[in-house]
């Protein structure tokens, strides 16, 4: 049985705040086992990584792109800076892909619930890291060692809507691999391999409400996928572009 | 609060056999508000939806895919048969775009848990049809009107591992549309479109076990989300072509 409880009561954040703290002050109590799930913006913001639009100076591409799909120059040059490749550049949208490897809409950047009119949440740098550093904060402080996702929600080439998923991860084994493994006939489950954290964060996504400032919630029945080390992270659902057919 | 609970003790299914009786019988006893997620697999065998390797003669362009990839010609007829249009077939994988639209892998045509060593189980052949009929089964027979979510594991373009999502739904609103509403700031949430029925999909998943043959869970806690009568199905999640940056 698997149990996702929305944590409220975490004020907003500002940079440097000690999340692991207020994520206990605000009496969410993780136990070992259990999996704390953030969305990126509250870890963003404790890291510092937001953006005043008043501070950008839009270069020529950014420019040509803002004239284009009707967007803020400056903002799309925000965009610019996170990507490492714009893979597309249609109706409007800017799909890219980050420093990081994920594929995203607008490299991730946002401005909404960003805390102030003219300011943009980027991802954060490292978001594994963030995840270790937020696992290691809430062992150090409350002696348990739940996991840590850190959650965006992303956009899918196919599907309309968006599903939110893992962008960074300790503690939870982010795939679980059937590949080779028997099925219940003795088939050999080829394809099976699961993106754990994924559907972790979309399950915590379930629980929590737009709205509120509520950017957190726990889960329980996951503890087969629960390590004690910090494991591969979220890198690890990263496919590669040398494996990627829709360049 | 968003709970996932699996339900055991479905037996393997055959052609032409009562499903909605056969949750019943296996004491699931899903209330109305509460969302019954089950494996397509249950679905397209009650059906009728599988083919046998032996009926199959495949032709010319199965052949040369065969080849060119390693797999049995008769399978790749499967797949072409149950697509629309072939995406991209590299590296032993065929992406296609199915008849209903779903863009997946081998056109959602699978050999595991098929209940026989030469069978393929094809995805059901309207599945927002075959939720529907299930909602109706279920509510005639029980006095309750849970909604129903028929899912599939589908790989992601720029991930990997596999989310479960949802190929049929009835009664659940598969998208909950955010779009121009305001955020805690007042800002507008413009990117906010949640694929509820997907996120439905891969919660449920964390809840079941891969190799049983348990293929079914109850969420309870998305009441708001469920409609009394049938909604769109899953049919809204698919993007058309038309808006299709990804061919």
Same mark, same amino acid.
């Given at each position: @049985?698997? @149990? @996702? +409880? #929305? @944590? #409220?009561?975490l004020p907003e954040i500002a940079v440097g705040d000690d999340l692991a703290g207020l994520i206990l002050d605000a009496g969410a109590a993780p136990r070992d086992g259990e999996v704390v799930v953030v969305c990126h913006k509250v870890i963003s913001k404790a890291e510092g990584r937001t953006v005043e639009l008043s501070s950008v100076s839009p270069g020529e591409r950014a420019r040509a792109l803002a004239i284009e =799909?009707? =967007?803020? *120059? +400056? *903002? %799309?040059? %925000? %965009?610019?800076?996170e990507s490492a490749e714009l893979l +597309?550049?249609?109706?409007?949208v800017l799909i890219a892909r980050t420093h990081h490897g994920f594929v995203c809409a607008n490299a991730g950047v946002d401005a909404s619930n960003a805390g102030a009119e003219d300011r943009l949440v980027l991802l954060p740098r490292d978001p594994d890291r963030s995840a270790r550093e937020l696992r290691a904060g809430l062992r150090h402080r409350s002696g348990s060692s739940p996991a840590v996702v850190i959650a965006d929600s992303f956009g899918r080439a196919w599907r309309h809507g968006q599903c939110d998923v893992a962008i960074g991860c300790a503690g939870l084994a982010p795939l679980d691999d059937w590949r080779g493994r028997p099925d219940a006939d003795g088939h050999e489950l080829r394809a099976t391999w699961i993106a754990v954290a994924d559907q972790a964060a979309a399950a915590a996504d379930l629980a929590r409400d737009k709205t509120s400032r509520d950017p957190m919630a726990i889960i329980s029945g996951l503890e087969r996928h629960v390590l004690p080390d910090d494991g591969p992270g979220a890198a690890a659902l990263v496919r590669p572009p040398s494996e990627d057919l829709f360049r």
């Open positions: @049985v698997i @149990v @996702v +409880r #929305p @944590v #409220p009561g =799909h009707g =967007h803020d *120059a +400056r *903002a %799309v040059q %925000v %965009v610019l800076d +597309r550049s249609e109706r409007g």
